[in-house]
Structures are given as structure tokens and as C-alpha cells.
């Protein structure tokens, strides 16, 4: 029989059991909330989560161009169809971007036709997008992604990826331009094309950093998503943002998926990084400004201390679909 003293030790010593902060169930509706990235999440402490969003990072490597088609018309979709497989079972969704180049690690299978240029000392290599073998292969690609993933019933959307770095439509860093490697307009409309055959316009989502012309075709086309990357940097959000809204109206019109994505930090460390100059209110403030439908804080889910913002946002989102 165990004694007094034994018994408090044992007591002391033993792992103490928190209980799960249960699920705001009313706060659950499919293809909208708070997204994850790269794994299925169905809540994060108490906010649930529907959306899965998918992309190339030196931490998944198997969404990379590489890995997806090492040889020329060889596909692998099976990481992408195994989670979303997973979402299904669960009634969440899937959205994804496809990555040809990233200034990193080599992202583009070694196959591929290249263009290099060398400036103050750094050679940037990346796939040469206004080549007409790499524009058919890409359009292969991304037609064959539409018949693997486009009918899935986890797909929720694809970005129009593919060119700049991450597919973002940009090139711009250590001295590079877009101009030095970036195609023409004519070739850049092709490439939104390629994404409209594959999955169709109403499935497909815009980045708001690509040029202004490109959105603009886009959407005359029927495209009726779109994703704003970098929200919460402050020169994005009040510079480039509100210019692009300014500037082309039709995108206040969009009511497809609109998805807002943190940039830099995760909100928790927030206002502690000097590219943050928004409060964590403002930033729901804008979102419902903005019509958002998701919000991904770098695959992260949300602090205590914000989600009473968080959930005012997210039950006006709510209120707005209905």
C-alpha cells in the first residue's frame, strides 16, 4: 500500500492534463476562415479550420517543379492528391500555386531551358518562360494538374502561378529586374490562359503584386479570385494595395475566393518586427475592408490576444456570404 509521502510525490510528479479549449463550432463554414499550410488542419485551439493551402518551401520540396515532373511529361501529383485526400475526409479544401523558380535551392527539374545572367558578382539562373519548349511544357503541366486536381472534391482553387520567383509574377532581388527575365505581356497573357483551360476561370485565384495589365486580362476573362500577399507589410498595404483596388475597380467585384496572407511574421510577434506598422485590430479592420473570405497568418493559427478581432472578422465574413 502506498504511503502519505509516496502518494504527494506521486501526485507532484504525475502529468497534469489540460483540457482542449473546445471547437467554436458556429464559427465553422467550408472554403472560408483560417487556412494551414501544408497539412490538414480541422481547428487551431478553439478556431476551426477549413482551408489547406499548398506550395513549393525549402520545407516541402515535393510541391516543387522538380519533384513534380523530373522527366519531361513524368507527373507525381501524389503529395498534393494525399493531402487532399486528407481534407476530404475531414470536409475541409485545398488551394494551391504551382512553383517553377525560387531564388534558392534549385526548384525547376534540370531538363529545362534556362536563362542566366551575372550582375555585381551573383548569377541568377532561372527557367527561360518565353522559350517555346518550356512554354509547352508548362502548359502540359498545368493541364495535367487541372485533370489530376482541378475535379478532386477537396479543390477549392489554383493560383495563377508559374512565373517569378515563387510564382509571384516578380524577379526582383539582389539587383535583378523583372525586365531582365520576365517574358512579354503577349507571353505572360498565355501563361493566365494556360491556368483558364486547365482548371477554369471561376476556380482560379490572382496574386494583387502581378503587373496591373495581367489582373486586368484576368478578369476581363472571367478569373473571380484573387490573394493579397504581403498583408500587413506596411509597404504593400498602404502603397501597392490600395493602388491596385484604385486602379482597376473590378476587383471589388470579385466574389470568389479572396484570400489575405500575413507576411514576415506570424501575427504573435507582432509589432515587434520593424515591417509591421499595423496593429492586429487595423489588420481585421482592413480585412473586412477588403471583403476578405480567408486569412492565413503564415499557416499559423491565432494568438489569444487577437482573436476576439479574429472573430469579429471572421463572423462578418460569415454574415457576408450568407
Given amino acids: 500500500m502506498m504511503n502519505k509521502a509516496t502518494l504527494f510525490f506521486a501526485l507532484l510528479l504525475a502529468p497534469v492534463l489540460v483540457a482542449a479549449q473546445p471547437v467554436d463550432e458556429s464559427l465553422r463554414i467550408t472554403g472560408a476562415g483560417l487556412a494551414s499550410y501544408g497539412v490538414v488542419k480541422t481547428e487551431y485551439d478553439e478556431i476551426p479550420c477549413t482551408i489547406t493551402y499548398l506550395r513549393g518551401a525549402d520545407w516541402k520540396p515535393e510541391y516543387y517543379w522538380r519533384a513534380v515532373e523530373p522527366q519531361p511529361g513524368v507527373y507525381d501529383f501524389s503529395p498534393f492528391l494525399d493531402v487532399m485526400d486528407e ?92 525586365t531582365d527575365f520576365m517574358p512579354s505581356l503577349d507571353i505572360m497573357y498565355e501563361y493566365v490562359d494556360m491556368h483558364i483551360d486547365a482548371f477554369g476561370a471561376e476556380n482560379l485565384v490572382l496574386n494583387l503584386g502581378m503587373e496591373r495589365e495581367i489582373i486586368v486580362y484576368a478578369l476581363e476573362h472571367g478569373v473571380n479570385g484573387w490573394r493579397h500577399d504581403g498583408f500587413g507589410a506596411w509597404t504593400k498595404n498602404e502603397i501597392l494595395y490600395p493602388a491596385r483596388f484604385n486602379a482597376i475597380p473590378a476587383l471589388w467585384d470579385v466574389t470568389g475566393v479572396r484570400m489575405f496572407e500575413i507576411w514576415g511574421r506570424n501575427i504573435s510577434d507582432w509589432p515587434e518586427d520593424d515591417i509591421v506598422q499595423w496593429t492586429t485590430a487595423e489588420l481585421f479592420d482592413e480585412a473586412s475592408k477588403y471583403g476578405a473570405t480567408i486569412f492565413a497568418n503564415m499557416g499559423n493559427g491565432i494568438p489569444d490576444r487577437d482573436k476576439p478581432a479574429y472573430k469579429a472578422w471572421h463572423r462578418a465574413m460569415m454574415a457576408a456570404q450568407e
Fill in 87 to 178: 481534407a476530404a475526409s475531414v470536409g475541409s479544401k485545398v488551394g494551391f500555386r504551382m512553383i517553377t523558380h525560387h531564388p534558392g535551392p534549385r526548384t525547376f527539374p534540370s531538363w529545362v531551358k534556362t536563362k542566366s545572367i551575372t550582375r555585381n558578382g551573383y548569377t541568377m539562373t532561372v527557367p527561360d518562360w518565353a522559350d517555346p519548349g518550356v512554354k509547352a511544357a508548362l502548359r502540359d503541366l498545368t493541364l495535367e494538374m487541372g485533370r489530376q486536381l482541378g475535379d478532386h472534391p477537396a479543390f477549392l482553387f489554383a493560383d495563377i502561378g508559374l512565373l517569378g520567383f515563387s510564382g509571384e509574377w516578380h524577379t526582383e532581388h539582389l539587383g535583378f529586374e523583372d
